[in-house]
T-cell receptor, first 111, second 114 residues
Framework: GENVEQHPSTLSVQEGDSAVIKCTYS??????FPWYKQELGKRPQLIID?????GEKKDQRIAVTLNKTAKHFSLHITETQPEDSAVYFC??????????FGKGNQVVVIP | DAGVIQSPRHEVTEMGQEVTLRCKPI?????LFWYRQTMMRGLELLIY????????DSGMPEDRFSAKMPNASFSTLKIQPSEPRDSAVYFC????????????FGQGTRLTVV
C-alpha cells in the first residue's frame, strides 16, 4: 500500500542539541515530501518540503534530506530550542494525488 | 483568504446520533482531504476529492462514515450512527492538484461521542 513510516515515535533532546526524524515511503514514483509541525491544540503547518529532483534543502535551523534509492527522507533540526517542542509529521504525495502522512513524532526539547 | 474553514470546532454528541462536519477549502484549491487524528493512529487519510469527485475512500473506516463535496467550496463528513470510538480530531485540508505544493489544514473539529 501507499504508506509512510516514521521513526522514532518520541524524541527527547537537550536544548541546543540536534534532532533527527526519519521517514520511509513505499512508492518510488512519489516526488513531493513535506514536513508538518503541529503544536499542542493547533493544526499541522508546513515547515519545509522537498521535491524529488533535489537531495537536500535547508531553511535556517531545519533541513530535509532525501534518498530516493532507499526511499527515505529525514528532518534535521539543529540548535534545538524549547519552541521546537511539537509533533512532527512527514508525508509523501503519491501518483494519484494521495497525500499520506506518517504517524508523527513527538519532539521534546529539554531546557 | 481566511484559509480552510471547518465547523464546528467542537462537537459533543451522544452515541447513536448523526454528526456532520463541514469544511470550506481555500478558494482555487481543487483537492480536498479529510483526515482523522488520534494518538494511536496519527493522521489517517479518510477520503479525498479532486475537482469535487471522490478519488479514494479506502480510508473510511466503516459504512457509517460518508463524505460529499457538492461544489468546489464545500464538503461534509457525516457519521451516522456515531460511536464512542469515533471520538477524535477531524481535519480538512486543501491544496492545488497537479503541483507539488503545500496542503493547508483547517483548525479541525474535536468530536466527542459519549
Amino acid at each position: 500500500g501507499e504508506n509512510v513510516e516514521q521513526h522514532p515515535s518520541t524524541l527527547s533532546v537537550q536544548e541546543g542539541d540536534s534532532a533527527v526524524i526519519k521517514c520511509t515511503y513505499s512508492d518510488s514514483a512519489s516526488n513531493y515530501f513535506p514536513w508538518y509541525k503541529q503544536e499542542l491544540g493547533k493544526r499541522p503547518q508546513l515547515i519545509i518540503d522537498i521535491r524529488s529532483n533535489v537531495g537536500e534543502k535547508k531553511d535556517q535551523r531545519i533541513a530535509v534530506t532525501l534518498n530516493k534509492t532507499a526511499k527515505h527522507f529525514s528532518l534535521h533540526i539543529t540548535e534545538t530550542q524549547p519552541e521546537d517542542s511539537a509533533v512532527y509529521f512527514c508525508a509523501a504525495l503519491y501518483g494519484n494525488n494521495r497525500l499520506a502522512f506518517g504517524k508523527g513524532n513527538q519532539v521534546v526539547v529539554i531546557p | 483568504d481566511a484559509g480552510v474553514i471547518q465547523s464546528p470546532r467542537h462537537e459533543v454528541t451522544e452515541m447513536g446520533q448523526e454528526v456532520t462536519l463541514r469544511c470550506k477549502p481555500i478558494s482555487g484549491h481543487n483537492s480536498l482531504f479529510w483526515y482523522r487524528q488520534t494518538m494511536m493512529r496519527g493522521l489517517e487519510l479518510l477520503i479525498y476529492f479532486n475537482n469535487n469527485v471522490p478519488i479514494d475512500d479506502s480510508g473510511m473506516p466503516e459504512d457509517r462514515f460518508s463524505a460529499k463535496m457538492p461544489n468546489a467550496s464545500f464538503s461534509t463528513l457525516k457519521i451516522q450512527p456515531s460511536e464512542p470510538r469515533d471520538s477524535a480530531v477531524y481535519f480538512c485540508a486543501s491544496r492545488v492538484t497537479g503541483e507539488n505544493t503545500e496542503a493547508f489544514f483547517g483548525q479541525g473539529t474535536r468530536l466527542t461521542v459519549v
